[in-house]
Nanobody, 128 residues
Framework: QVQLQESGGGLVQAGGSLRLSCAASGGSWNIYAMGWFRQAPGEEREFVAASSKFGGRTSYADSVKGRFTISRDNAKMTLYLQMNSLKPEDTAVYYC?????????????????????WGQGTQVTVSS
């Protein structure tokens, strides 16, 4: 069973950048497809970005396309989310998630229900 720990959140002005990290431990990294989700106060947790198991395929929510980039360093067992041109509406708790796909490479998973494991989240606040 994999454990996930996010870091890198904080307070940033609109137009600024942050890079989130998600460190994995306790599992075999190469069997997991990974994703980022976010949840604003009073809102449902929503999809942000996802990566296939080897990082060759990615998917993004329309609201972040062109501004956010998901990547993974398999040697470090770490998932990243580079966030540029941040907007106040990006303010949320950001969660990384992992889905055990065995040894089959698949397309990225974009729904919350697809994922097996979740981190505790990291707060991102964008001021106007």
């Amino acid at each position: 069973q994999v454990q996930l720990q996010e870091s890198g959140g904080g307070l940033v002005q609109a137009g600024g950048s942050l890079r989130l990290s998600c460190a994995a431990s306790g599992g075999s990294w190469n069997i997991y497809a990974m994703g980022w989700f976010r949840q604003a106060p009073g809102e449902e947790r929503e999809f942000v970005a996802a990566s296939s198991k080897f990082g060759g395929r990615t998917s993004y929510a329309d609201s972040v396309k062109g501004r956010f980039t998901i990547s993974r360093d398999n040697a470090k067992m770490t998932l990243y989310l580079q966030m540029n041109s941040l907007k106040p509406e990006d303010t949320a708790v950001y969660y990384c998630a992992a889905k055990n796909t065995g040894y089959i490479d698949t397309n990225p998973y974009t729904t919350r229900a697809s994922y097996d494991y979740w981190g505790q989240g990291t707060q991102v606040t964008v001021s106007s």
